[in-house]
């Protein structure tokens, strides 16, 4: 198989997105509400770091084959700038929401539930059709993903119809956080250029191909949890094209001070 750079970019847009939520959910390891969900995130967040890793050194191969250039997981980790990022919006955005009022509000964790379910519902058909990709190392990646993220997706949707279904407040919760989130949705099904040729070349899907199955996935567990499906909106965020919101860079301070600190460290 030719190597292109729209495979590359493919690549590295899902190990974007799983690095990226992984480090947003590694918050909460010492802050949990309950121990339990405590460890439950930071075991699930090692599972997104775990798909990154895999993911960064297959593009590391894919990108050797088209350039030249030698690069390591830590390298695409820790050593791109903002834009360079091509993960979803949704995936960096902080774990507060429409309650907060700062961008040192308390972390709201009904934020965190409706944002990993509505990551995992999309990744379960994903990683699914990616299991017969043609490019067979991301088939194999696919594989092992597929298995982590019908448990995050499960844990998830328990929670969610837990709080929908629950206390007053936990449903408002919810739903406010459904409100919030479900518009930074429409970017996973926006068609572009790199999802056409890899869709050509057989080496990953269209997103948009199973936007049906995956509302009715989500449709089906907001009705479990009594909470009501916001009306779509027009605007579409652009992460995954390097335009990112005014919370990535603060992430990636976080995210990447120790290497920047210390670079070519090894320990």
Same mark, same amino acid.
């Given at each position: ?32 509400? =309950? ?8 075991? !699930? ?28 997981? *830590? *390298? ?22 429409? &309650? ?35 490019? @067979? ?5 696919? @594989? ?44 996973? &099904?926006?068609? *572009?250029? =790199? ?13 948009? *191909? &199973? ?33 990112? @919101?005014?919370? !990535? ?19």
């Amino acid at each position: 198989m030719k190597t292109t750079p729209q495979h590359l970019s493919y690549v590295l847009r899902l190990a974007d997105n799983a690095l990226i939520l992984g480090q947003r959910n590694t918050e909460w390891c010492g802050h949990g509400p =309950v121990l339990e969900e405590d460890i439950a995130l930071a075991n !699930m967040s090692l599972d997104l770091i775990g798909q990154a890793r895999l993911l960064y050194s297959h593009a590391a191969v894919l990108e050797l084959a088209l350039s030249g250039a030698s690069k390591t997981e *830590d *390298d695409y980790a820790y050593q791109r700038a903002e834009r360079e990022f091509r993960n979803y919006t949704l995936a960096e955005l902080p774990h507060f929401g429409p &309650f907060a009022g700062t961008t040192h509000a308390n972390k709201d964790y009904a934020v965190t539930i409706v944002r990993n379910f509505l990551y995992a519902a999309l990744m379960a058909h994903l990683w699914t059709a990616l299991e017969t990709s043609s490019d @067979s190392q991301l088939a194999a990646i696919a @594989s092992k993903s597929i298995k982590e993220t019908r448990y995050h997706l499960h844990h998830a949707r328990e929670w969610l119809i837990r709080f929908g279904d629950g206390t007053d407040e936990s449903h408002r919760r919810a739903q406010a956080a459904l409100d919030y989130l479900m518009p930074y949705t429409r970017e996973f &099904f926006a068609t *572009d250029a =790199v999802e056409e040729a890899v869709a050509a070349e057989s080496i990953g899907p269209k997103a948009a *191909d &199973f936007e049906a199955a995956w509302l009715e996935d989500v449709k089906a567990a907001l009705e479990e949890a009594t909470l009501t499906l916001p009306e779509p909106v027009e605007h579409v965020t652009t992460g995954k094209h390097g335009e990112h @919101s005014e919370h !990535m860079g603060y992430l990636l301070a976080t995210m990447q001070s120790v290497a920047r600190q210390h670079p070519g460290a090894t320990w």
